[in-house]
């Protein structure tokens, strides 16, 4: 039963609280999350918090999750210099030694990973399978962390001077500050810190102010690992706040990388912030991203995997398919089959078992959804299916909007339907002929993060992955555009800011790199034969 209301206190007369619906509170109950309880968002060794309060809103209900004390700009810079301390201990620490509190941290997120994946369906709204799967992610990119802590090698470079030798080393490189965006509550934060860790560094991290609860849950976990090997818990300190704390973090000059997820909007500003103060950034992005089906596309696979890609998770992944191309020939067929799978999505609760379509993350994102809709209505777009808010019982009291297949009339990708990411699920689709013109509308916009071809005639695939290809940072064959593993370096091009994280070599930005010409000769002679005798 889903209710707010106040109630006489379990715990003694004259106090009260909130109640939750039992589904909530079960959940809550799993990280001793008290409804009543007003929960220290910052973490730096010790729990605190006298700043702000934020609420966590559950978006499948609307209820009041818990209330969170965020970091006061006191709060920040404190735990900026605690997290600077303990990175002057923790990189003194043999890198083996950091992979095998690594594995640590891996073992504890595991135990709770049915919860954990509970607690992000809950507080940000995807469906319970999706929220095992972020924190299976976290566990994943740790195993990864354990084993980079072994290999994290550098190299001997031939001298061209005798009795020279010429190291490039990786060292520590800093205080890592990580902002995170609502979507991946748990997953983001996991990419950096496993990485972050295993090189030697501290981080902080700066997640959502709309999914407080994930990054208390998971710092209490890791700090848990962390205390119980005598290591301070400033190697992973959590400051929660709005904009303010965020601006706080990306402007420290003790804040040597700065890894952010988020909008085009705001990592905008905070890649021209970190550059103005000479500081690392990664900057992780928008996507608008496009599946294109040729003629010889296995539909009974591009269909399922067009509709995951632009429903699932309710069209709020960055790599969501945000637009897709159909060839002449198969667009009847494609589309007839695809909406056929979307009159049969299980709408509801994203912790009920069958449930597909969870809400929309806030409110904001259900109005930004329904101007997205009447944009398109105003340019005679044809709204194949969806394109309103679910009005049925049991939906109400969410963020649940249908999801939505449009055929806009203009194909121009520069036009705004086109070129803008909308975090919501909805899909235009367009015709082509040929496959340069669908490669060319999927280089098109300002985005490049993910990207999909459907065929199976290599010769298209050669073109896909080539240098005339797809400009995205992700290029899939047969595969939908979300959905990604750790072992590849993640991340996208052109607006989407040219990060990468996870796996490949997204760690080489993790470190330091010292180029050491060591002489170990009796001479000294200069490089490139220049001689500065007197
Ligand atoms: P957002 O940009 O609104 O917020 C991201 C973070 O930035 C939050 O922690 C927020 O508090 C903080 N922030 C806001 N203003 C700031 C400022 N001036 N200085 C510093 N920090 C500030 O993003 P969101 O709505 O939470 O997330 C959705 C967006 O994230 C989408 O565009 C999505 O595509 C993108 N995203 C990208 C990836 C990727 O890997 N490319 C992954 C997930 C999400």
Same mark, same amino acid.
């Given at each position: 039963?889903?209710?707010?209301?106040?109630?006489?206190?379990?715990?003694g007369?004259?106090?009260?609280?909130?109640? #939750?619906?039992?589904r909530?509170?079960?959940?809550?109950?799993?990280?001793?999350?008290?409804?009543?309880?007003?929960?220290?968002? +910052?973490?730096?060794?010790? $729990?605190?918090?006298?700043?702000?309060?934020?609420?966590? &809103?559950?978006?499948?209900?609307?209820?009041?999750?818990a209330? +969170?004390?965020t970091?006061?700009?006191?709060?920040?810079? %404190?735990?900026?210099?605690?997290?600077?301390?303990?990175?002057?201990? $923790?990189?003194?620490?043999?890198?083996?030694?950091?992979?095998?509190?690594?594995?640590?941290?891996?073992?504890?997120?595991?135990?709770?990973?049915e919860?954990?994946?509970?607690?992000?369906?809950? %507080?940000?709204?995807?469906?319970?399978?999706?929220?095992?799967?972020?924190?299976?992610?976290?566990?994943?990119?740790?195993?990864?962390?354990?084993?980079?802590s072994?290999?994290?090698?550098?190299r001997?470079?031939?001298?061209? !001077?005798?009795?020279?030798?010429? *190291?490039?080393?990786?060292n520590?490189?800093?205080?890592?500050? @990580?902002?995170?965006?609502?979507?991946f509550?748990?997953?983001?934060?996991?990419?950096?810190?496993?990485?972050? *860790?295993?090189?030697?560094?501290?981080?902080? $991290?700066?997640?959502?102010?709309?999914?407080?609860?994930?990054?208390?849950?998971?710092?209490?976990?890791?700090?848990? @690992?962390?205390?119980?090997?005598?290591?301070?818990g400033?190697?992973?300190?959590?400051?929660n706040?709005?904009?303010?704390?965020?601006?706080?973090?990306?402007?420290?000059p003790?804040? /040597?990388?700065?890894?952010?997820?988020?909008?085009?909007?705001?990592?905008r500003?905070v890649?021209?912030?970190?550059?103005?103060?000479?500081?690392?950034?990664?900057? %992780?992005?928008?996507?608008?991203?496009a599946?294109?089906?040729?003629?010889?596309?296995?539909?009974?696979?591009?269909?399922?995997? @067009?509709?995951?890609?632009? &429903?699932?998770?309710?069209?709020?992944?960055?790599t969501?398919? !945000?637009?897709l191309?159909?060839?002449?020939?198969?667009?009847?067929?494609?589309?007839?089959?695809?909406?056929? *799978?979307?009159?049969?999505?299980?709408?509801?609760?994203?912790?009920?078992?069958?449930?597909? *379509?969870?809400?929309?993350?806030?409110?904001?994102a259900?109005?930004?959804?329904?101007?997205?809709? /009447?944009?398109?209505?105003?340019?005679?777009?044809?709204?194949?299916?969806?394109? /309103?808010?679910?009005?049925?019982?049991?939906?109400?009291?969410?963020?649940?909007?249908?999801?939505?297949?449009?055929l806009?009339?203009?194909?121009?990708?520069?036009?705004?339907?086109?070129?803008?990411?909308?975090?919501?699920?909805?899909?235009?689709?367009?015709?082509?002929?040929?496959?340069e /013109?669908?490669? %060319?509308w999927?280089?098109?916009?300002?985005?490049?993060?993910?990207?999909?071809?459907?065929?199976?005639?290599?010769?298209?695939?050669?073109?896909?992955?080539?240098?005339?290809?797809?400009d995205?940072?992700?290029?899939?064959?047969?595969?939908?555009?979300?959905?990604?593993?750790?072992?590849?370096?993640?991340?996208?091009?052109?607006?989407?800011?040219?990060?990468?994280?996870?796996?490949?070599?997204?760690?080489?930005?993790?470190?330091?790199?010292?180029?050491?010409?060591?002489?170990?000769?009796?001479?000294?002679? #200069?490089?490139?034969?220049?001689?500065?005798?007197?």
């Amino acid at each position: 039963m889903l209710r707010r209301r106040v109630l006489n206190s379990a715990f003694g007369a004259g106090h009260s609280v909130r109640s #939750l619906s039992t589904r909530a509170s079960n959940i809550l109950s799993k990280f001793s999350i008290r409804p009543d309880a007003e929960l220290k968002g +910052v973490y730096d060794g010790t $729990w605190r918090g006298s700043g702000e309060v934020i609420q966590s &809103v559950c978006p499948t209900t609307g209820e009041v999750l818990a209330n +969170v004390r965020t970091a006061s700009p006191a709060e920040v810079q %404190e735990t900026l210099a605690k997290t600077r301390e303990a990175y002057v201990k $923790w990189r003194n620490e043999p890198a083996p030694r950091r992979g095998e509190i690594l594995r640590q941290i891996r073992e504890a997120l595991a135990a709770k990973r049915e919860d954990l994946g509970a607690l992000v369906s809950l %507080e940000m709204g995807k469906i319970l399978t999706e929220g095992v799967g972020e924190v299976q992610e976290f566990v994943d990119i740790c195993d990864y962390g354990v084993g980079l802590s072994r290999m994290m090698n550098g190299r001997v470079v031939a001298s061209e !001077r005798p009795g020279h030798s010429i *190291l490039e080393m990786p060292n520590p490189l800093g205080v890592v500050g @990580v902002l995170s965006a609502f979507n991946f509550p748990v997953a983001v934060y996991g990419w950096n810190l496993a990485l972050s *860790l295993a090189a030697g560094n501290a981080t902080i $991290w700066k997640p959502s102010p709309t999914t407080p609860l994930c990054s208390i849950a998971v710092t209490r976990i890791i700090s848990q @690992v962390l205390e119980a090997n005598g290591i301070p818990g400033a190697v992973a300190s959590l400051v929660n706040g709005g904009k303010e704390v965020g601006e706080a973090v990306v402007e420290s000059p003790g804040v /040597e990388l700065v890894s952010f997820t988020g909008s085009e909007r705001v990592g905008r500003i905070v890649g021209q912030n970190v550059a103005s103060r000479f500081g690392k950034v990664i900057l %992780e992005l928008g996507g608008n991203n496009a599946s294109i089906i040729m003629p010889d596309a296995d539909l009974s696979l591009a269909v399922p995997a @067009v509709f995951f890609g632009a &429903v699932g998770t309710a069209g709020q992944r960055c790599t969501s398919t !945000r637009r897709l191309y159909l060839h002449r020939q198969v667009a009847d067929e494609f589309l007839g089959r695809l909406k056929t *799978l979307y009159g049969s999505v299980a709408v509801g609760d994203p912790l009920a078992k069958d449930t597909l *379509l969870g809400p929309l993350h806030t409110s904001t994102a259900c109005d930004v959804y329904t101007q997205a809709v /009447e944009k398109l209505r105003s340019l005679n777009a044809d709204i194949i299916t969806g394109g /309103e808010r679910y009005q049925r019982d049991g939906l109400q009291g969410g963020n649940f909007v249908q999801p939505t297949i449009a055929l806009p009339k203009s194909v121009n990708p520069k036009d705004g339907i086109w070129s803008t990411e909308i975090f919501a699920p909805i899909l235009n689709v367009a015709i082509f002929d040929e496959l340069e /013109e669908a490669i %060319e509308w999927n280089n098109a916009v300002p985005q490049g993060l993910s990207s999909s071809l459907w065929t199976r005639d290599i010769r298209n695939v050669g073109r896909w992955i080539g240098p005339a290809g797809s400009d995205a940072g992700i290029v899939n064959v047969n595969v939908g555009t979300s959905g990604a593993e750790i072992g590849a370096a993640f991340g996208g091009n052109k607006s989407t800011g040219w990060g990468r994280e996870s796996g490949g070599d997204a760690w080489k930005q993790y470190v330091r790199w010292s180029a050491c010409t060591v002489n170990f000769s009796d001479a000294a002679p #200069l490089a490139q034969g220049v001689s500065f005798a007197s």
